[in-house]
C-alpha cells in the first residue's frame, strides 16, 4: 500500500490512545502522516460526550458504531481494549466497508495480549493485519512502539505502519513472537518508570526534602539521564559507571539497592507481564 493510496481512515475507538494516535498524525510534519489532515479520519466510538470532544477538538467525522462508517476506507486503526475487540470485530466482519483482501483496508492493532493468528480470524477473510504495541509516551512524540506482521500483510503494509508510528516517537519492526516480551519492556515501562520515581520521591521526602521537591528533582534526573543517554548514543553501563566515583555515595548507593534486590524486581516484572499477556491471548 502506498502512501498516496492512503486517503480514508477509521478509528475505531476514540479513547485517549485512538486520539493521541490520530491526533499525532494530523499534526505530523514527516512522512508518511504528512499526507493526513481531518477530512482523512472518522472516528467510532460509542459516547456521545467523547464523539462531540473529537469532532470539536480535530473537526474528525465521528460515528457511534463502526457498523455506520460508510464507504470504503483505506486503513482500521483497531483502538479499543482487548476485552472488548473480538465483540468490535464480530461487528466490523460483516460490513462492506470492511471487506478484507488485497484490495481491502490495512487494520491495524494496538491491542495487548492478542494473537494476530486470533485477530485474523475474526476479520473478515484475507484481511490484512499489522499488530502494534505502542506505550503512552506516544502522546507527546516520545512513544516507543513494536510493529509485527500478520499473516497476509505485506511487506509494504509494515512499512506503511511503521512510518507511521515512527511520526510519534521510535518504532521497531519485530518478529509476532517477540512482541509480549516488548509490551512487558515498553507497553508497560512507562508504568516502571513513574513507579521509580515515587519511590525516589518517597525515599528523599523520608530524608527531609519535601515531597514536591524531591518529586521534581527525580521526575528531571530521569527525564535528563534519558535524554543524555538517546542524544550521545551512550550505553546505560558507561551512563552508570561515569557517576560512580570510587567510596563515593553512588557505589554505596548501588551497592544497597543491589543487595535489595533492585535487578531482581525487574526482571520479576517483565516476567510477570509476559505471562499475563500469554494468559489474555489465549482467553
Known sequence: MARASVSRIAVIGGGKMGEAIMGGWIAGSSAPAD??????????????????YLAERYRVACVADASAVEGGVDLVLLAVKPQVMMDVLEGIASQPSFAGGAEGPLFV????????????????PGARLVCVMPNTPLLVGAGATTVAAGSQASSADVELVHGLFACLGEAYVVDEDAMDAAGAVSGSGPAYVAAMI???????????????????????????T??????????????????????????????????????????????AAVRRSKELSAC
Open 35 to 52: 499526507a493526513f489532515d481531518a477530512s482523512v479520519f472518522v472516528v467510532a466510538d460509542p459516547g456521545q460526550e467523547r464523539r462531540d
Open 109 to 124: 492493532s494496538i491491542a495487548a495480549g492478542l494473537s494476530t493468528e486470533r485477530l485474523e480470524a475474526a476479520l473478515p
Open 198 to 224: 515515587e519511590a525516589l520521591r518517597d525515599a528523599g521526602a523520608r530524608q527531609g526534602l519535601d515531597p514536591q521537591l524531591a518529586e521534581a528533582l527525580a521526575l528531571q534526573t530521569v527525564y535528563g
Open 226 to 271: 534519558a535524554s543524555l543517554m538517546k542524544e550521545t548514543g551512550q550505553d546505560p553501563a558507561t551512563t552508570r559507571v561515569a557517576v560512580c566515583s570510587p567510596g563515593g555515595t553512588t557505589l554505596a548507593a548501588l551497592a544497597a539497592m543491589d543487595e535489595a534486590g533492585f535487578s531482581h524486581v525487574f526482571d520479576a516484572g517483565v516476567d
